[in-house]
């Protein structure tokens, strides 16, 4: 009986193994749950088995090879999504933040049209302000795209770094 458990437990782990290779060839998505699924073996098997479930997270870290070009793996998908969520975030503040000065402009406007104006040289120390808030405006913005391009070059030297600690 013990025989036939040990040897019903090899042939599951064929199965996941030849599953997982399936996976990397195809290039498919690598997943425990699909590939207990492609294997018809249950997840908690693969949990049981630490040396199976490690391969199955290596495999689905490491990016597959097509070729020339290099297929994104699911952590730097989830990565670029976090960028974009958050560039998304900084870009609806800056349209709040436009809005707001199309709105005072406005304002400012029907109020010089109006005749109440404040005297020239409240004007102009008005204007002053707001041609330094918009070259400030625009060096925050310089600011931001080296930040991301910093960024960027960080993850690719991490990423070198990781890959040529790999080859080793």
């Known amino acids: 009986m013990i025989e036939g458990k040990r040897a019903d437990s090899a042939r599951r782990r064929e199965r996941v193994i030849k599953a997982l290779d399936a996976a990397l060839r195809t290039g498919g998505d690598i997943t425990v749950s699909g590939l207990a699924r492609a294997a018809r073996v249950d997840r908690s098997f693969l949990y049981r088995h630490r040396d199976l479930l490690e391969r199955i997270h290596a495999a689905a870290r490491a990016p597959v090879e097509e070729g020339r070009l290099t297929a994104v793996s699911r952590a730097s998908l989830q990565t670029d999504l976090a960028n974009a969520l958050e560039r998304n975030t900084r870009l609806a503040a800056r349209v709040r933040q436009l809005e707001k000065r199309l709105s005072e402009q406005l304002g400012e406007q029907a109020w010089h049209e109006s005749g109440l104006g404040a005297p020239?040289?409240?004007?102009?120390?008005?204007?002053?302000?707001?041609?330094?808030?918009?070259?400030?405006?625009?060096?925050?913005?310089?600011?931001?795209?080296?930040t991301e391009e910093l960024e960027a070059a960080r993850a690719a030297n991490r990423g070198l770094t990781r890959a040529l600690n790999q080859s080793h």
């Not at 002053?128 to 600011?143: N, Y």
């Open 120 to 146: 020239p040289d409240i004007d102009q120390l008005q204007r002053r302000i707001v041609i330094l808030e918009q070259e400030l405006a625009q060096k925050r913005g310089e600011l931001e795209e080296r």
